[in-house]
């Protein structure tokens, strides 16, 4: 079964980076702009893994985990936090609030869709 | 990574974005929003723009938008104060941002020592706060995953490793499953997996869900340490581990073949989420109800070459439809005949269609405008003077082509009102006037034109100075008597500028007679005003679109020629009387009191056949720049329709008088005058350059063909 994979970002570049490494690995990836986007869409494709960004308008990444980690469905699903920081509290953070783990960015291809595989047994 | 160049330009639009809501926050920071709303926003543009900037290793720009994302940090967190020194530096700090995107979108390098001016500038705000260097570790490199964990054991491999291992709730709560990791590790190697149950609560007692399974393994193999805590990264902390070298390399002899499926962790992921979660239920709730107001309006981006073909097919339409209509008024039909009232509902909806497609290519004035922000702030800087922009009416959309031909004069005119329209902060004080200057720029609709206006408050036009100026470069007669308007009109002449005398600003080599040649080449006109210890205000006046206008169809000398309605006042057919015959060629019409000059729009554009001269002439009142009014001489008014524009500039270079053609309804090409040049024409030898007579007359022929 295709790994379906939620991407969140509010950069649009990004999403495009993030949609197309996934897309080249044979991975769905659905994207949302914002968390508040993503919680809805997270609600609506069940997705097998959730790459968020952190820094974002009306919803941040911290949000998005606890929503969907305090949330009603699917509340184990992975969740990967994309960051520019790789700031130990940062990470910390984003896992005291219950990210599975983080991607750096810049990221490469490779190392994404590996954490990618990692966290979602998806085979290689 | 070689992300597709799709995606480059994807980022670099995005910049665009980005940049303007920066400028955006910055401006509303610098009057005085602090609102968390304010201040995140403009950190998530500079953070976005490293982001991005990251995925296309463009190291110089990670660099300084890290630096300054770490000064943005320092103010939303409340360490750093948002003195004016410091909001001074992120407003400059942003402009060097879009220079160093500018750049990179060139495939450009900046000056290092620019960047590092900067640099140096935002280090200084943070002053000794120790969080810059902490910050500092990641971004100048591109390692990707950093694998923070010690010496690189290469030089002593052991021959394997024991891994105790036992996930604690968190470890389920966070979407780890206890299986993928045992199969990480074995993927490394052959490895034997033990089952540890020592840790298993008492399944009576209170603590029956507390995960208690544990797992030792044992790899074989000697792969690095590294690799095996790259697979445990995630989890450290969320379990006990142990990761150990195996000293007596017990290789197993075989693989156990148990590993293929690891045991299922025994209290599965689902069982401790809702107790671990309970307390974060509202954010789920406060998550749905946002979701419920959301909605940026979606749009779509779509290739410029495209609207534009499809706005050429749209005036191909008008065409076409103008051509049926003539036809059928050839006909002769009955107002009321179906045909005709088809042809009426076909116009109607060719116009819909026109406007809808205009539409597209408009843009706000916005983020124009908002560049200026950064003309003055440079210019303040260059002259010395104190200065502050206020902007309104930035939702006034305006033609894409337009808004891109009217930044260089804008920026000038910018320049300009800093350089010479305002004084200097002392000057001020002395007039009673604040120190810091206003510049305001504006934009707004009015009856079909797009009205831009640039107002300082200095001190005004010194007209004594510039008819002086103007006497000694010649442009002017020595004893010419000027009324304030003509002086102010001066400065658009070609040849004079103030500037020499000021500053460095004037090194531009641009002076207001190129401005205004860049409004007129769009169709518009400037225009002054300026009241002295008050200030001078440009008025500029364009054009909704490029495209198409209403025209009035008119005949001169035997050809058919077009007068753009937005500069016709009135059509007059003067008495005998009205006309006043001045000097050998010149007259004036005289109306309701007023001595107007008259123009022979024949004899200006060179046709010298004083045969096509009809013997009652109509003449169009037209205003020209400086609210000057003149009136044209026409053999005949025809019509008033909606033309098409064909620009002549490509095919045949600029004609004095002219500003672009149309091909009318019965499919004659027909030149749009351009009364502004025509009435300069006449105003003297200062005024234009020498029209081209021959050609312009050889061009009417071929056209005619």
């Known amino acids: 079964m295709t790994v379906k994979v939620l991407a969140i970002d509010d950069s649009r570049t990004i999403r495009s980076l993030v949609q197309k490494v996934m897309e080249d690995a044979g991975f769905d990836c659905i994207c949302a702009e914002d968390g508040v986007d993503g919680i809805a869409r997270f609600a609506e494709v069940a997705p097998d893994v959730v790459i968020t960004d952190i820094n974002m308008p009306n919803m941040d990444g911290y949000g998005v985990i606890s929503s969907i980690r305090g949330g009603e469905i699917n509340q184990s699903v992975p969740i990967l936090v994309l960051t520019t920081e790789s700031a130990d509290h940062l990470k910390a953070r984003a896992r005291a609030a219950g990210a599975t783990g983080w991607i750096v960015k810049p990221f490469d291809d490779e190392t994404i869709v590996s954490v990618v595989r990692r966290v979602t047994g998806a085979a290689g | ?705």
């Open chain 2, 1 to 705: 990574m070689a992300p597709q160049s799709s995606i480059r330009d994807t980022f670099f639009e995005e910049c665009e974005d980005l940049l303007e809501a920066l400028a955006e926050g910055l401006a509303a920071m610098a009057d005085g929003a602090r609102d968390t709303d304010t201040v995140n926003a403009v950190f998530r543009a500079v953070h976005s723009v490293k982001g991005g900037a990251g995925a296309f290793a463009l190291t110089d720009l990670v660099a300084f938008a890290h630096r300054f994302e770490t000064v943005l940090d320092g103010v939303r967190s409340g360490t750093l104060d948002l003195t004016p020194e410091v909001m001074h530096t992120m407003q400059r700090s942003a402009d060097h941002l879009a220079d160093l995107v500018e750049a990179a979108r060139n495939e450009d390098v900046l000056p290092p020592d620019v960047s590092d001016a900067f640099l140096a500038n935002l280090d200084q705000c943070l002053g000794a706060e120790p969080e810059s260097l902490d910050m500092g570790d990641t971004p100048f490199d591109f390692a990707v995953i950093p694998l923070e964990f010690g010496d690189d054991p290469a030089p002593k491999e052991p021959a394997g490793h024991v891994i105790r291992f036992r996930p604690l709730q968190q470890l389920y709560a966070n979407g780890h499953d206890p299986a993928l990791l045992i199969a990480a590790v074995h993927a490394l190697g052959p490895c034997e997996v033990a089952l540890d149950l020592s840790a298993l609560p008492d399944w009576d007692g209170p603590d029956a869900l507390t995960p208690g399974l544990g797992w030792t393994l044992r790899l074989a193999g000697r792969e690095s340490e590294t690799a095996l805590q790259e697979i445990f990264e995630f989890v450290e902390g969320l379990c006990e581990l142990d990761i150990s070298p195996l000293e007596d390399a017990p290789v197993p002899a075989d693989p156990l073949p148990s590993v293929a499926a690891p045991p299922p962790p025994a209290p599965g992921p689902e069982a401790p989420s809702p107790a671990a979660s309970a307390a974060q239920k509202p954010d789920l709730a406060a998550g749905a109800e946002a979701g419920e107001a959301r909605g940026p309006k979606p749009t779509l981006r779509v290739d410029l070459d495209r609207v534009d073909r499809l706005i050429n097919s749209v005036g191909e339409l008008i065409i076409n439809q103008a051509m049926i209509a003539q036809r059928l008024q050839d006909m002769a039909l009955a107002p009321d005949d179906d045909v005709s009232l088809h042809v009426e509902d076909y116009r109607l909806l060719a116009r819909d269609i026109q406007e809808a497609v205009m539409a597209i290519r408009a843009q706000p004035v916005k983020p124009l405008f908002q560049r200026m922000s950064r003309i003055l702030r440079e210019a303040a800087e260059a002259t010395g003077k104190s200065a502050r922009l206020v902007t309104f009416g930035e939702n006034t959309e305006v033609d894409k082509t337009v808004i891109e031909r009217l930044a260089d004069p804008l920026t000038h005119m910018i320049r300009n009102a800093v350089d010479h329209g305002l004084e200097g902060p002392d000057a001020r004080r002395a007039a009673g006037k604040d120190g810091t200057g206003t510049i305001r720029l504006g934009a707004a609709h009015r009856s079909g034109s797009v009205i831009i206006t640039i107002r300082d408050d200095g001190a005004g036009l010194n007209r004594p100075r510039i008819l002086d100026i103007a006497r000694r470069k010649g442009l002017v007669a020595p004893d010419a008597d000027l009324a304030d308007a003509e002086i102010d009109g001066l400065l658009f002449l070609p040849g004079f500028s103030t500037a020499s005398a000021v500053s460095n600003l004037s090194g531009r080599g641009v002076g207001l007679d190129v401005v205004r040649n860049a409004v007129t080449a769009l169709g518009g006109r400037i225009s002054i005003a300026s009241v002295p210890g008050q200030g001078t205000e440009f008025t500029i006046s364009l054009p909704l679109t490029l495209a198409v206008m209403d025209g009035m169809v008119v005949s001169v000398a035997g050809q058919t020629m077009v007068v753009p309605i937005t500069s016709i006042l009135e059509t007059i057919r003067p008495a005998p009387g009205d006309l006043h015959r001045v000097g050998t060629d010149d007259s004036l019409l005289s109306i309701r009191g007023r001595f107007i000059p008259t123009v022979d729009v024949a004899r200006s554009l060179g046709f010298t056949d004083p045969s096509a001269r009809a013997d009652f002439p109509l003449l169009l009142l037209v205003e020209g720049e400086n609210q000057s009014q003149c009136a044209l001489v026409v053999d005949a008014v025809h019509d008033q329709r909606q033309v098409v524009i064909k620009g002549l500039d490509s095919n045949y270079g600029q004609v004095p008088g002219v500003s672009a053609a149309t091909v009318l309804g019965d499919g004659q090409i027909a030149l749009i005058l351009d009364p502004d040049a025509i009435a300069a024409h006449r105003a003297g030898p200062a005024a234009t350059a020498a029209p081209r007579p021959s050609l312009f007359h050889a061009d009417v022929h071929h056209g005619q063909h």
